[in-house]
Structure formats: C-alpha cells, structure tokens
Nanobody, 121 residues
Framework: VQLQASGGGLVQFGGSLRLSCVVSGISGRIFRSNDMAWYRQTPGKGRDLVAGISSGGTTDYEDSVKGRFTISRDNAANTVYLQMNSLKPEDTAVYYC?????????????WGQGTQVTVFS
C-alpha cells in the first residue's frame, strides 16, 4: 500500500491550500471501508491527528482547525482531501494521510512521504 500526499507548498498567512492523498495498492472496496485521516508533524514531535473522515462520511477535527479545514474523500479515486483555509504559521508542518486503525493512535498502513506546508506571516 502506498500513500501519496501532495498539494503542499509555501503560502502566506490567511491563504489556502488543498491537499490530496491517493491510496494505491488496495481495492476500492477496502478503501471505502477505511476511516481515513490527515495527520501533521513538526520537527521533534510526533504525528498529530488533524482531521478524520469515516467510511460513512462522518468527519471530526482537531480543535485548532475546526472551521478552517475540511476533509473529504472520493471513493471512486481512492483519494482523500484536506481543504485548508485561513492558514496560520502554526499550521506549518509535514502533512500525512493514513487509515485510522481499530485502536486510538494506530494506523493501518506504513506512512508515505507526506507533503510540506509552510505558512509565513
């Protein structure tokens, strides 16, 4: 299984980015059954959950991104998205996607390379 995140970049405070993550190596049926999520990591820290979307489309967000970020998925394309608006310097991180594991804090697949998001003021 490969997780290919893209769409990151350098953006000014208040700007927007849309991240994409294509999951390859699994069938559409398996992808549809996965609860997917976006995570982010800053240097010296672990990966933190940013936003999640269940197989049924229910979403949840980390408090600091509520109202600014929107997670969505395209099951036909094995892809999950993260629309990020009103970006702040503290959103600067490497962003990754993965399938949420059965237990909290666990994920189903090996991590991909992630995509760097840098927000400057």
């Amino acid at each position: 299984v490969q997780l290919q995140a893209s769409g990151g970049g350098l953006v000014q405070f208040g700007g927007s980015l849309r991240l994409s993550c294509v999951v390859s190596g699994i069938s559409g049926r398996i992808f549809r059954s996965n609860d997917m999520a976006w995570y982010r990591q800053t240097p010296g820290k672990g990966r933190d959950l940013v936003a999640g979307i269940s197989s049924g489309g229910t979403t949840d967000y980390e408090d600091s991104v509520k109202g600014r970020f929107t997670i969505s998925r395209d099951n036909a394309a094995n892809t999950v998205y993260l629309q990020m608006n009103s970006l702040k310097p503290e959103d600067t991180a490497v962003y990754y996607c993965n399938a949420r594991g059965q237990f909290s804090g666990y994920v189903n697949y090996s991590w991909g390379q992630g995509t760097q998001v840098t927000v400057f003021s």
